[in-house]
């Protein structure tokens, strides 16, 4: 059964901060994993995608990385603004079985301060 | 292109109730998932629809059930409500299982049993 955990629970930063967000997973045996924001209240967006053979992947002033053997991913935000708060969710569906069910962590919230 | 759907937005009911929401998927995709996600908790994997069948089921009682029909779109009914069925309902939508291009999710549905 996998197990995903995000570190921390909150994170308040000044705008402008550089940040990382961790999440770590028992099971290694992983098809990809996925990285969403999620507003309060509202559904996932989904932000990046790294697939199993993958190391890290990029989209404007996010980088996320993935370490498969160590059951790592982080996700790094350059240059924070306010419109970053939101909660900060990873899912890694394992490679078995025939739907890529998403076990998610509880998710990190960041609230970016002015 | 329009992305995933879902509705209601909110709905109000009982405990003992029966309801059903509705999801429609992003065009182009084929399967539809469903998670429960309490407050201030990661979703939790209902179960998921390919081919109108269901694909994999998480640890949900059967007062759970669902549908997809033949356009993609799928219906989660729930039997006999508990108070503890108050939650964030979101459908997600993926093409196969959703591992290539991941899965894509609504904006939820807000269920409130009293």
């Known amino acids: 059964k996998q197990e995903v955990t995000q570190i921390p629970a909150a994170l308040s930063v000044p705008e402008g901060e550089n940040l990382v967000l961790n999440c770590s997973f028992t099971?290694?045996?992983?098809?990809?994993l996925q990285w969403f924001r999620q507003d309060p209240g509202k559904g996932l967006t989904s932000l990046l995608l790294?697939?199993?053979?993958?190391r890290e992947q990029t989209s404007g002033r996010l980088n996320a990385s993935l370490d498969k053997s160590s059951g790592r991913s982080t996700l790094y935000i350059a240059a924070s603004q306010p419109g970053d708060s939101a909660t900060y969710l990873c899912?890694?569906?394992?490679?078995?079985?025939?739907?890529?069910?998403?076990?998610f962590g509880s998710g990190t919230q960041l609230t970016v301060l002015p | 292109d329009a992305g995933v759907t879902q509705s209601p937005t909110h709905l109000i009911k009982t405990r003992g109730q029966q309801v059903t929401l509705r999801c429609s998927p992003k065009?182009?995709?084929?399967?539809v998932s469903w998670y429960q996600q309490a407050l201030g908790q990661g979703p939790q994997f209902i179960f998921q629809?390919?081919?109108?069948?269901?694909?994999q089921r998480g640890n949900f009682p059967d007062r759970f059930s669902g549908h997809q029909f033949p356009n993609y779109s799928s219906e989660l009914n729930v039997n006999a409500l508990l108070l503890g069925d108050s939650a964030l309902y979101l459908c997600?939508?993926?093409?196969?299982?959703?591992?290539?291009?991941?899965?894509?999710f609504g904006p939820g549905t807000r269920l409130t049993v009293l």
């Open positions: 997600a939508s993926s093409l196969g299982t959703g591992g290539v291009i991941g899965q894509f």
């Open positions: 099971d290694s045996a992983i098809y990809n």
């Open positions: 790294i697939q199993s053979s993958q």
């Open positions: 899912a890694a569906p394992l490679s078995s079985g025939s739907a890529r069910q998403l076990t």
């Open positions: 065009s182009g995709h084929d399967t």
């Open positions: 629809y390919y081919e109108e069948e269901e694909r």
